[in-house]
């Protein structure tokens, strides 16, 4: 827990600057936070538009272009902040999960900084990142609360039960929803990335035209299973083609995003619910899609439970978010030496 006499007594006269990297995947970011909640920077390099040419993300691919970007992604963050080396309290960076190559890079450079300008390091943890981009817009949030981590390759419900101390309460069995959603945006022909592309189609088309599974784990309530509705999802596609029956992607895009949607919201409000919990948060590249923004917001009034949710900008892989969580391990008395190294399978609340 942190001790809240410390921080103020650390923040009264001058302001924590920490200056976020991140680089677990196909963004380059970095930004200068204040305390943990005010962004004066949040410099982000998308490789997107290079990897949709493969359909995903291509790891080797992504190091050699987050080596490219780096240091320029670095000194624009530092520049449109304002602020000097001297100006830095500490240096946040990912140092997993994620891609080993790409973790590798931003891990080194944030090292090499450190090293060269006397600063200290703390290593974050990429999914405590997007859990503290809640904190960079909403400044009544403090723990306890729950949060839905939704992204690419992360499902999980996480209590907050403190200031850097986080408690799994379910997880994805198999595929993560933003992983279902590529290969689902895959499997009728919008491409990557899927989650936006879908989510975009899905408005189009009736949510309640295919009845898709929506699997329930036996003993294990608040865990996820989207490998059964992916599957069903080409199945009914195969089923029309060797048919010959023509079919709506539209609606298999709503009926499918329905089905994600519906399990996401119910099982993290009932979490919520269930441990007491008055807030429900949600966080990662999922928290983007506006029907389940939406849907959450509507479960938890419906139950007495204030929503939050960050921006648009906060909700896919930025330097803020590391900054963010970066400070709360800062204060928390958390430091790292030249020894950090890459973790791409590191288990939330590793420390």
Known sequence: MIDQAVVKNETMNREVKILGIESSCDETAAA??????????????????????????????????HIEKINQVIRKAMSDAGCGWEDIDAIAVTYGPGLVGPLLVGVGAAKA?????????????????????????????????MCLVASGGHSHIVLVEDYGKYRIIGQTHDDAA???????????????????????????????????PR??????????????????????????????????KADVAASFQQAVIDVLSERAVKAAKDHGVKTLALAGGVAANTGLRE???????????????????????????????????????????????AVPGLPIGAR
């Open 295 to 341: 849907a959450m917001k509507e479960r938890a009034a419906a139950e007495g439970i204030t929503f939050v949710c960050p921006s648009f900008i906060f909700c896919t892989d930025n330097g803020a978010m590391i900054g963010a969580a970066g400070y709360i391990d800062y204060m928390r008395g958390i430091r790292d030496d030249l020894t950090l190294n």
């Open 113 to 145: 900084i450190a090293y060269a300008k006397h600063i200290p390091l703390v290593g974050v943890h990429h999914i405590e990142g997007h859990i503290s981009a809640n904190f960079i817009e909403h400044p009544e949030l403090v723990p306890p609360f």
């Open 32 to 65: 200068v936070v204040v305390n943990g909640r005010k962004v004066l920077s949040n410099v982000i390099f998308s490789q997107v538009p290079l990897h949709t040419l493969y359909g995903g993300v291509v790891p080797e691919i992504a190091s050699r272009k």
């Open 178 to 212: 933003g992983e279902a959603f590529d290969k689902v945006a895959r499997a009728i022909g919008l491409g990557y990335p899927g989650g936006p592309k879908v989510d975009k189609l899905a408005r189009e088309g009736d949510p309640h035209a295919i009845e898709f």
């Open 215 to 248: 699997a329930v784990i036996e003993g294990s309530p608040y865990d996820f299973s989207f490998s059964g509705l992916k599957s069903a999802v080409l199945n009914y596609l195969n089923g029309c083609e060797m048919k010959h029956i023509s079919y709506n």
